[in-house]
């Protein structure tokens, strides 16, 4: 017999996946230079020529074995060391090659990091507004479930006071999203040591382990000349998720990597459980190549700059519209407040004008639109034209 619970998911598909569908089918109709696709988190950067560069250089000096044969269950040794050294210099934290395991992506990091600490019946915790895969990757894991603390809208900071109501003894593991997709917002170090103080406090009362579990593939996106605040740094039980994909503009190659925090004390244990968790989720090692060219550039980023460029044309634009938006901290994405309570009925009058917009209830947010701005700045520019007649036409 068929999975009777993944026929169920057909009927409740990524909203963000079927609006970049729709783009691209109406883009022939009514001409791309007239669809304003805001739908997709894809990187729109060039990755760094040294990457591309590291790759044939590896192609053409390497062995086959070396470039196309399986790499070690946990990753290339020389690859995690060289990543456990980026970390070492840029956050001060005394990690080594046992500290790290390779992953395909960030999403190929949380599989493993939500299996790692929880079992049947556990929950876990995250932040409203979140990434809505976030549910099928915790849902689908290990037996625990998911559960959304409500937003602070004010700031898309921490909602301490319904996070202090909701971290139950049922709860073994709290996963933040910093720089946040959808809102852009940036966890302040304050915000992350008063979350470091909760966690602390609770496992002394519940009387077990509490794992902060940090999805981080922004990090480097950061505005206004400023740094996102390492997550592990507040809190020793911490399993930082990151991924390649947006700080080299590599989306399609699936590198990233766990790095258990080795304060925790039991960082090497868990990175070669990790090797396990593979066995039963067949993910069995990303690309022995990328690997091998990506722990070469792990220090470098992809000119990030038009994304702060395309956030200010943005904001500025739509607030002078009347749209009201927590400036974003980083990221490539923005979360305005919709001028209707319905998101969903704003984002679909939105499409008559070539608008490609995501309503925000799969983030966990009534209410707002999250509008993901990889993309050229001539067309951010021209969309402006676009937001206003829309604003005029229907408000």
């Not at 109406?26 to 007239?34: D, K, M, Q, R, T």
Request: include cysteine; hydrophobic fraction near 40%.
């Amino acid at each position: 017999m068929i999975s009777e619970l993944y026929k169920s998911m057909l009927s409740d598909k990524s909203v963000i996946r079927e609006l970049n569908e729709y783009a691209n089918d109406v883009s022939a109709e009514l001409g791309p230079e007239n669809i304003f696709d805001f739908s997709l988190g894809n990187p729109s950067v060039p990755v760094p020529q040294a990457f591309n560069d590291r790759v044939i250089e590896l192609l053409n000096t390497q062995s086959s074995m070396a470039v196309h044969g399986y790499s070690p269950s946990l990753g290339i040794p020389s690859v995690r060391e060289k990543i456990a050294a980026s970390l070492r210099r840029r956050f001060g934290l005394p990690y080594t090659a046992d500290d790290i395991f390779m992953t395909s992506g960030a999403a190929g990091a949380l599989a493993h990091a939500f299996r790692l600490v929880t079992s049947p019946g556990d929950t876990i915790l995250t932040f409203a507004p979140f990434f809505p895969e976030y549910r099928p990757y915790v849902n689908l894991s290990s037996g625990a479930q998911l559960r959304v603390v409500p937003a602070r809208t004010s700031d898309f900071q921490i909602n301490f006071d319904a996070l202090e109501e909701m971290l139950t003894a049922d709860v073994q593991a709290v996963l933040v999203n910093t720089p946040n997709n959808p809102s852009g917002a940036v966890y302040s170090a304050q915000t992350l040591r008063q979350l470091a103080d909760i966690l602390t406090a609770k496992e002394k009362q519940f009387g077990h382990e509490i794992w902060l579990i940090s999805d981080e593939p922004y990090r480097e996106i950061v505005f206004d000349g400023g740094e996102t605040p390492y997550v592990s740094c507040f809190y020793p039980r911490t399993i930082s998720c990151y991924s390649y994909s947006k700080s080299l503009s590599l989306p399609g190659e699936r590198i990233g990597y766990v790095a258990v925090n080795p304060h925790s004390g039991v960082s090497g244990l868990l990175v070669n459980m990790c090797g396990q968790i593979s066995r039963g989720i067949g993910h069995n090692c990303p690309s022995s190549v990328i690997q091998l060219a990506v722990a070469d550039v792990c220090d470098l980023t992809a000119d990030l700059s038009v994304y702060e460029t395309n956030m200010n044309i943005l904001y500025d634009g739509l607030t002078k519209l009347g749209f009201e938006i927590v400036r974003p901290g980083g990221t490539f994405y923005m979360f305005p407040k919709a001028p209707e309570a319905d998101a969903t009925a704003f984002s679909k009058k939105a499409l008559k004008y070539g608008l490609v917009l995501v309503p925000s209830d799969s983030f966990g947010v009534p209410g707002y639109f999250r509008i993901a701005y990889c993309t050229d700045t001539d067309k951010v520019v021209r969309s402006l034209d676009a937001f206003e007649r829309l604003m005029k036409a229907e408000y």
